[in-house]
Antibody, heavy 120, light 107 residues
Framework: EVQLLESGGDLVQPGGSLRLSCAAP????????MNWVRQAPGKGLEWVSS????????YYADSVRGRFTISRDNSKNTLYLQMSSLRADDTAVYFC?????????????WGQGTLVTVSS | EIVMTQSPATLSVSPGERATLSCRAS??????LAWYQQKPAQAPRLLIY???SRATGIPARFSGSGSGTEFTLTISSLQSEDFAVYYC?????????FGQGTKVEIK
């Protein structure tokens, strides 16, 4: 059974840093593109970042480029999102989502999300 | 960036009726278009990919159509569990973008 288990969400001050993790048991993690998508309170979905299966290529939304870093450890079946210079508008539930084998892939499984709140 | 525009923002439908949701892309995304359903306090769930292919376990009352810039999600006979927010999403290039969502509510 595919599972995506996010953790690491917390209350953080503006300008602070946080690292999110997504544990991914139940499938061959190293074969899949992985993604982060966020949802601000009461708002719609916003794609944040993606990383290819071997981990060599990363993609970012303009709103987070230069502040967030996506990475993966295929030996631990875990996806990460390192967030720095956090702003109030980064407040959201962050979802980990599985893509496909290639970059032109939809998001077929989602975790339950982890809440990041940026506030003083 | 490709802008995805969904209409209407809210759709009021009676149980058993048909619901038709629209999604328009600001430029062609071929058929690289997915639809997701989201209920309150839950993660999104994949319904449709490739514009018209149902995901595993999705009932046949959900169907998708379209290509290029115009797409439609149809729910043939609304059940109580179908009242939710629906998002379209393109995966044709970077950055990926989502529509703003259509809320399907009970009339």
């Amino acid at each position: 059974e595919v599972q995506l288990l996010e953790s690491g969400g917390d209350l953080v001050q503006p300008g602070g840093s946080l690292r999110l993790s997504c544990a991914a048991p139940g499938f061959t993690f190293s074969n899949y593109v992985m993604n982060w998508v966020r949802q601000a309170p009461g708002k719609g979905l916003e794609w944040v970042s993606s990383i290819t299966a071997p981990g060599g290529i990363t993609y970012y939304a303009d709103s987070v480029r230069g502040r967030f870093t996506i990475s993966r450890d295929n030996s631990k079946n875990t996806l990460y999102l390192q967030m720095s210079s956090l702003r109030a508008d980064d407040t959201a539930v962050y979802f980990c989502a599985r893509g496909g084998f290639g970059v032109l892939s939809y998001l077929d499984y989602w975790g339950q999300g982890t809440l990041v709140t940026v506030s003083s | 960036e490709i802008v995805m525009t969904q209409s209407p923002a809210t759709l009021s439908v009676s149980p058993g009726e048909r619901a038709t949701l629209s999604c328009r892309a600001s430029q062609s995304v071929s058929n690289d278009l997915a639809w997701y359903q989201q209920k309150p306090a839950q993660a999104p769930r994949l319904l449709i990919y490739g514009a018209s292919s149902r995901a595993t376990g999705i009932p046949a009352r959900f169907s998708g159509s379209g290509s290029g810039t115009e797409f439609t999600l149809t729910i043939s006979s609304l059940q109580s569990e179908d009242f939710a927010v629906y998002y379209c999403h393109h995966y044709n290039n970077w950055p990926r973008t989502f529509g703003q969502g259509t809320k399907v509510e009970i009339k």
